[in-house]
């Protein structure tokens, strides 16, 4: 058993390299061993490319030793034909026989369909090896079929007498609270998830484009809550460089559970993670809702004495660290 945890630990760690490109795909990693040795890895492909068990079989340079070898996997594999062949069927094909598996793809087109089929062909199938860290892995993937939504991150910076905003400002742009290293990773952060989220005050605040800059990787989708329409195609959300999605009065009902039918306009466009990122309406709005699945929280280390206070939250302290004079804290919604 402690081989197993071996090579699906390291399954989870290639499968990271997917992180933000693979959607609405789950970002999988493969792993392939003959006689305790790897000789083949894998992770999922860009969305509409291979899969991770298909990128790890084709890594092998000698194919005859897959009759003799095992096969590893974090998430089920499918068992269905979309953008690309079942890869259960191709494991089939290949004569592996041994199926090492992280957890159960929930997904209503797999949902045991692959491990059936490859029981069903006589394949040697053990599942739920390291299933807890594989399923935290798969967690975006899991609360969009199962919940019906896409995973939601708020997250937000607070000065030291916490304040998420001053209570006026000079200039139509961001007022920074936190260090270049902290707004360095969230623009990591940006480009690890589907989309990012902010209400009509910010654009009208701060003019944010909402991309990657300071970091290397794929533009989010940009979703603008614009209840009236009343923002001008001139702001910066509105360029060329990524998707905008404007959700108004004519996609729903301001009056009521704002979050719930923000999440099922997401749903329908097959986005399964976003950030939100404020301000401190929108925010609030999904914390009051309890519609929220980790909350990033930034104090930098400066004062405004008066402001926009920050949003009140309650949830699991799960991390705490320093970042240079900025200190991040991370909740999970239990």
């Excluded at 992280?102 to 739920?128: F, H, M, P, S, W």
């Excluded at 209570?167 to 589907?194: A, C, D, F, G, M």
């Excluded at 959300?237 to 306009?265: L, W």
Aim: hydrophobic share 35%; aromatic share 8%.
């Amino acid at each position: 058993m402690a081989n197993h945890e071996t090579y699906i630990k390291r399954c989870i760690e290639i499968a990271k390299n997917g992180l933000g490109s693979t959607s609405p795909n789950p970002m999988v990693g493969s792993v392939i061993v003959y006689k305790n040795k790897i000789i083949g890895e894998g992770y999922t492909s860009p969305y509409g490319g291979n899969h991770a068990e298909v990128n790890a079989i084709n890594s092998v340079s000698n194919k005859s030793l897959l009759k003799e070898a095992t096969i590893y996997v974090t998430l089920e594999p499918c068992s269905h034909y979309g953008k690309t062949p079942p890869c259960s069927d191709l494991i089939i094909s290949h004569k592996i026989p041994n199926i090492v598996i992280g957890c159960i793809d929930d997904n209503i087109k797999v949902a045991g369909k692959g491990i059936k089929k490859l029981i069903d062909a006589n394949r040697n199938v053990t599942v739920g090896v390291l299933e807890k860290a594989c399923k935290e892995h798969h967690k975006r993937f899991f609360t969009f079929h199962n919940k019906k939504r896409p995973y939601i991150i708020l997250k937000w910076a607070e000065t030291n007498d916490g304040f998420i905003a001053p209570k006026t400002r000079k200039e139509q742009k961001p007022v920074w609270i936190t260090n270049k290293y902290s707004r360095q990773l969230v623009h990591k952060w940006r480009s690890e998830e589907q989309a990012i989220l902010v209400g009509t005050n910010t654009v009208l605040q701060d003019n944010p484009s909402l991309t990657v800059r300071d970091w290397k990787g794929k533009h989010p989708i940009r979703v603008v809550l614009d209840k009236s329409l009343k923002l001008s195609k001139e702001f910066s959300i509105f360029n060329s460089e990524a998707k905008t999605i404007v959700i108004s009065e004519s996609n729903i009902d301001f009056s009521k559970n704002v979050s719930q039918q923000i999440c099922a306009v997401l749903y329908k466009n097959d986005i399964t993670s976003v950030i939100v990122e404020g301000g401190k309406k929108t925010l609030q709005t999904f914390i009051d809702e309890n519609l929220w699945d980790e909350a990033r929280v930034f104090k930098g280390n400066i004062e405004f004495k008066e402001g926009i206070n920050a949003p009140k939250l309650l949830g699991k302290l799960i991390s705490e660290k320093k970042m240079m004079s900025d200190i991040l804290k991370i909740y999970k919604n239990d």
